[in-house]
């Protein structure tokens, strides 16, 4: 396994607008070869339902297909964010974490997180995502670099068969 990529995340306080959207992390990247990705989601701060902790839907990466996801705002030119719906069926479950817990999740697990609610506590947490050496590889000779700045073409394929 090899890093693919890392970033911050953080919602200050008094954000309840600060809301990721059901998602499976695949649908974001494209699809290849090795899908296998281990991300490794670290709590800087104290994660809690409050200030808007991770909720995850178990058993939800077992499922054969990546659900549908769209585009929140309409296209991808207006925004990168996608966004699923949850079923009937689903059973969300929130994962409060303490300050150093790590979750380790799997591409194809149907997550999101709640608006920070906090007066005074900041949910910041560093998700660093490790995936084959041929798939971050494959990627980049695609023009993927999880960039909010990659081409509209390339952001456009994600969560598509090559």
Not at 116 to 124: D, L, T
Not at 143 to 159: I, K, M, Q
Request: one cysteine or more.
């Amino acid at each position: 396994m090899a890093l693919d990529y890392d970033q911050l995340l953080a919602k200050p306080p008094n954000k309840p607008d600060a809301i990721f959207h059901w998602h499976q992390d695949l649908a974001y990247w494209p699809v290849t070869k090795d899908t296998r990705t281990a991300s490794f989601w670290l709590a800087i701060d104290n994660s809690t339902i409050e200030n808007g902790c991770l909720h995850f839907v178990p058993g939800s990466h077992l499922e054969p297909d990546l659900r549908d996801h769209g585009s929140l705002h309409g296209n991808r030119d207006k925004s990168h964010t996608l966004s699923s719906n949850l079923s009937e069926k689903d059973m969300p479950k929130p994962a409060e974490l303490s300050r150093g817990d790590v979750t380790v999740h799997h591409e194809r697990i149907l997550h999101g997180s709640g608006g920070n609610y906090s007066n005074s506590s900041w949910r910041r947490a560093w998700v660093i995502a490790f995936r084959s050496q041929e798939t971050v590889k494959e990627e980049r000779r695609r023009g993927f670099t999880h960039s909010h700045n990659d081409p509209l073409e390339v952001l456009n394929a994600v969560g598509k068969q090559s």
